[in-house]
């Protein structure tokens, strides 16, 4: 699960040393403990509470700061994986990555292998959508693909996928029986396209594919390689 990272650090003590005061290195080595001679436990003293709590707080400040500078000093990112058997009809996060503040230019390149035996030239013949994007979810809704649907389910799930915002920028839309090559059997597409994404923070996007095809048994495999340069 992916934690959003907070807005307010824990600031604490920040405008009153008078009241902070480290307990000795025994008391730290011990910690807090039950008196032997009453049974009773021991009570906090506020100085040295307010000492741990504002330790916590430089110590977390600190570690953002070095963070948020190790990002900020990042000019280039690849992203890459194996090809990789992938399911057809759903969306599909191939990879997720952060992308830190700044203007950043993207050469996003795909290549899917699809093993069909069938005919190529049909209406629905495969059909996929590829690129990035910052939602984690699906990006469309896809009807339900099963060997009984007709040609028009296969038609309303590339028209909404279509839809999807990012076409043309951060995500890319292909249809597989007009741009293919047929090498041994295989149906192989290969893309590439550019685009350029300001990113007003340091952010989490996902890479995303999907392949919509009828029947939703037959195998394909996606590979795909993004890079991108801080242009700003």
Wanted: charged letters at 25%.
């Amino acid at each position: 699960m992916t934690i959003e990272r907070p807005e307010e650090f824990p600031e604490w003590g920040t405008n009153n040393d008078s009241l902070i005061k480290a307990p000795s290195i025994d008391k730290r080595k011990q910690g807090y403990a039950i008196d032997t001679s009453t049974g009773l436990p021991d009570i906090p003293s506020l100085k040295g509470e307010n000492w741990f709590r504002n330790l916590v707080y430089k110590w977390i400040k600190y570690f953002d700061d070095k963070l948020s500078n190790s990002l900020s000093s990042i000019n280039h990112i690849s992203i890459t994986e194996n090809e990789k058997e992938v399911q057809p009809n759903i969306w599909t996060n191939l990879k997720s990555f952060t992308l830190p503040k700044g203007r950043w230019l993207f050469l996003i390149s795909f290549r899917h292998t699809n093993f069909r035996v069938n005919q190529q030239n049909r209406s629905f013949s495969p059909v996929v959508i590829s690129g990035i994007s910052d939602v984690n979810g699906d990006l469309s809704t896809i009807p339900a693909i099963n060997g009984n649907t007709r040609d028009g389910v296969i038609t309303e799930a590339i028209e909404n996928a279509k839809k999807v915002n990012g076409i043309n920028n951060n995500l890319y839309y292909s249809n597989i029986a007009k741009e293919v090559t047929k090498i041994d059997g295989s149906f192989v597409e290969n893309f590439s396209f550019t685009c350029v994404i300001n990113a007003e923070t340091d952010k989490e996007y996902f890479v995303k594919n999907i392949y919509l095809t009828y029947p939703d048994r037959e195998l394909y495999k996606v590979f795909y390689q993004i890079n991108a340069i801080k242009i700003g």
